[in-house]
């Protein structure tokens, strides 16, 4: 059993920036792809960025294309999302998440541990 914790999240304005962590225990992460996650009041939990065991391999969509950037740290068993160019549209809260076998993909359904969640508050 993996047990995902977010950090970092907080109030920011726009245009600024916001690092992320996700840090797991219980097992390594090191073989699992993981990804990101967020989601507004109201709205589904949508993909922002994922990335491979190793790190060799990210993935993002255009809305965050550009301005995030997803990295690991497999000796510390940690995950980051460096967040540029915040806009008021990135204010959700964002989920890590452990990718089940066969690698990361862009639907919640392709994850099996998830963390609790960070908020992210972008001001104008």
């Known amino acids: 059993q993996v047990q995902l914790v977010e950090s970092g999240g907080g109030l920011v304005q726009a245009g600024g920036s916001l690092r992320l962590s996700c840090a797991a225990s219980?097992?390594?992460?090191?073989?699992?792809?993981m990804g990101w996650f967020r989601q507004a009041p109201g709205k589904q939990r949508e993909f922002v960025a994922g990335?491979?065991?190793?790190?060799?391999?990210?993935d993002y969509p255009d809305s965050v294309k550009g301005r995030f950037t997803i990295s690991r740290d497999n000796a510390k068993n940690t995950v980051f999302l460096q967040m540029n160019s915040l806009k008021r549209e990135d204010t959700a809260v964002y989920y890590c998440?452990?990718?089940?076998?066969?690698?990361?993909?862009?639907?919640?359904?392709?994850?099996?541990?998830w963390g609790q969640g960070t908020q992210v508050t972008v001001s104008s």
């Open positions: 998440a452990k990718a089940s076998m066969g690698g990361f993909s862009r639907l919640t359904l392709g994850y099996d541990s």
């Open positions: 990335i491979s065991s190793g790190g060799e391999i990210t």
């Open positions: 219980g097992r390594p992460v090191s073989t699992y792809d």
